[in-house]
C-alpha cells in the first residue's frame, strides 16, 4: 500500500477558492485569512514536519512564519489557481532560514547552560539519504546544483508530480523533466 503524502486541497477557482481569500487577505479581511489557515495549516504542517525531523517546535515556528508571510505577502499574490505552491514555496524558505539559524546558533540540548551542546544536526532528507543510501549517494547528491537538486527532493522525497514541482519551483514543466533527466545522469556518472 502506498502512503499518502500531504498535499494542497484541490479547491476550485470562485468565491471560496484560496485565490480568492488571499486577494481578500491582501486587502487586510481576517477572517478570509483565518479560513485560509484553517484550509492550509494541515497539509503545510505535514509538509514541513518531514523536513524538521519530526522536530514538533521547530514545525511550529515554520509553520507560524510562513502564515505571517502570507498576511504580509498576500496584496502581492498574482496567482492563478497556485496558490499551494506560493505557500509552499513561502514555507521552504522560512525552512531554510530556521535552519540556517540553527546552524549559526548551533543545537542545544537541554538547558541554555547545558554543557551537552552538540554541532548542528544535518537536514532529516541528508540523514536519510545517507542512512538509507549510503555516504556515496549523499556525496554525489551534494554535487548536484541546486536546481537539479531541488527537482530531485521535490519529486522524488516528497512525491510531488511533475505539475506540483513545476508550481512548486515557479519553472515549466518540462523544464522539471528536463531537469530531472539531467539530475540522475549526473548521479549515474558519480556513482558508476
Not at 73 to 84: C, D
Request: aromatic share 6%.
Amino acid at each position: 500500500m502506498r502512503a499518502r503524502r500531504a498535499s494542497p486541497p484541490d479547491v476550485t477557482a470562485g468565491e471560496g477558492s484560496d485565490d480568492e481569500l488571499l486577494r481578500r487577505v491582501g486587502r487586510g479581511d481576517r477572517a478570509a485569512f483565518d479560513t485560509y489557515y484553517e484550509r492550509n495549516a494541515a497539509w503545510l504542517a505535514v509538509r514541513i514536519r518531514r523536513r524538521c525531523g519530526g522536530d514538533a517546535e521547530l514545525t511550529a515556528d515554520v509553520l507560524q512564519e510562513t502564515f505571517i508571510a502570507v498576511w504580509r505577502a498576500a496584496g502581492s499574490y498574482a496567482g492563478n489557481g497556485q496558490s499551494g505552491g506560493w505557500l509552499w514555496a513561502i514555507a521552504t524558505r522560512r525552512l531554510i532560514d530556521a535552519h540556517r539559524r540553527r546552524v549559526v546558533r548551533g543545537v542545544n540540548v537541554g538547558e541554555p547552560d547545558d554543557e551537552r551542546a552538540i554541532a548542528p544536526a544535518p537536514s532529516a532528507e541528508d540523514e536519510a539519504l545517507a542512512s538509507t543510501y549510503g555516504a556515496e549517494l549523499a556525496t554525489a547528491l551534494d554535487r548536484l546544483s541546486p536546481e537539479l537538486r531541488a527537482v530531485l527532493q521535490a519529486t522524488v522525497l516528497d512525491g510531488f508530480t511533475v505539475r506540483e514541482t513545476a508550481i512548486l519551483l515557479d519553472v515549466p514543466e518540462g523544464t522539471v523533466k528536463s531537469r530531472a533527466v539531467r539530475a540522475r545522469r549526473q548521479l549515474r556518472e558519480a556513482l558508476s
